[in-house]
């Protein structure tokens, strides 16, 4: 019974590594993905979304089989939620995984899983911030997601370690209301600490197309217009134009 059972658990690690080995042929991968969904086990279901952290050599097969394993996971529907957020824990990208996500959980469901991913993508700095960033990227585009919601959840990522997360959450914040979205993000343009070029013509950007009211914050705003991103913007009845 033990030995049969070691047997079993050996040759779904070795299905596991066919479908996830990015040299093979995809015919091979194709089979051991197939392999994977008919078995349905929480443990093979974590093994197709492994799928989702290799690209394989060819561009196209690559997409066509993440899509793939996307579909046969919402096919699932339930059953696959345990195995997707197992999966999510570790992974270093989570694009894939959440729009699986957000097909098969319900509204309460979505957001408390995408809560504990937030938890655990405290700001600051990480060697790999692209988990975060598809979090942001994710959630901005989240339809069922309230202004509120995100305002609050990315406000933290505006002033991260990291210049392409700061981007993610501002972008992320663009066409919300303007009056959520003016304070996290005059506060970002007025630090000192903000040397980003980028970053600083991203926020006024945002700011003038938005039309987001600067309140009693006007004439600090005004006066980090400096430079290149002077030449560019101005404030004018306490909202940032262009020139």
Same mark, same amino acid.
């Given at each position: 019974m033990v030995f049969g059972l070691f047997s079993k658990e050996k040759a779904l690690q070795k299905t596991i590594e066919k479908a996830t080995n990015k040299l093979a042929q995809q015919p091979d991968r194709w089979g051991a993905l197939e392999k994977l969904k008919d078995d349905g086990t929480d443990d093979a279901l974590v093994g197709l979304c492994r799928r989702f952290?290799? $690209?394989?050599?060819?561009g196209v097969e690559d997409e066509q089989e @993440?899509?793939?394993v996307v579909d046969a996971l919402v096919e699932k529907g339930p059953?696959? #939620?345990a195995p997707v957020v197992r999966y999510?824990? *570790?992974a270093e990208q989570l694009a894939f995984p959440l729009r699986v996500l957000e097909r098969i959980a319900d509204r309460d469901k979505v957001l408390a899983v995408a809560d504990e991913l937030f938890a655990s993508e405290a700001p600051g700095y990480v060697r790999m911030p692209e988990r975060r960033i598809d979090l942001l990227r994710w959630f901005s585009e989240w339809k069922p997601a309230t202004d509120d919601e995100v305002v609050t959840r990315f406000t933290p990522y505006v $002033?991260?370690?990291?210049? *392409?997360?700061?981007?993610a959450a501002i972008d992320g914040m663009a066409h919300r209301a303007p009056d959520k979205i003016a304070p996290p993000l005059i506060a970002a343009l007025l630090r000192p600490e903000e040397e980003s070029g980028r =970053?600083?013509? $991203? =926020?006024a950007e945002v #700011?003038?197309?938005? @039309?987001?009211?600067?309140?009693?914050?006007?004439a600090a705003v005004a006066?980090? #217009? $400096?430079?290149?991103?002077?030449?560019?913007? @101005?404030?004018?009845?306490? #909202?940032?134009? @262009?020139?």
């Open positions: 952290s290799i $690209t394989s050599m060819k @993440k899509h793939w059953a696959a #939620l999510m824990k *570790n $002033t991260d370690f990291d210049e *392409n997360v700061r981007f =970053i600083k013509r $991203t =926020i #700011l003038e197309k938005a @039309k987001a009211p600067l309140g009693d914050q006007a006066a980090a #217009l $400096t430079g290149q991103l002077g030449d560019g913007f @101005k404030v004018e009845g306490a #909202l940032i134009k @262009k020139r």
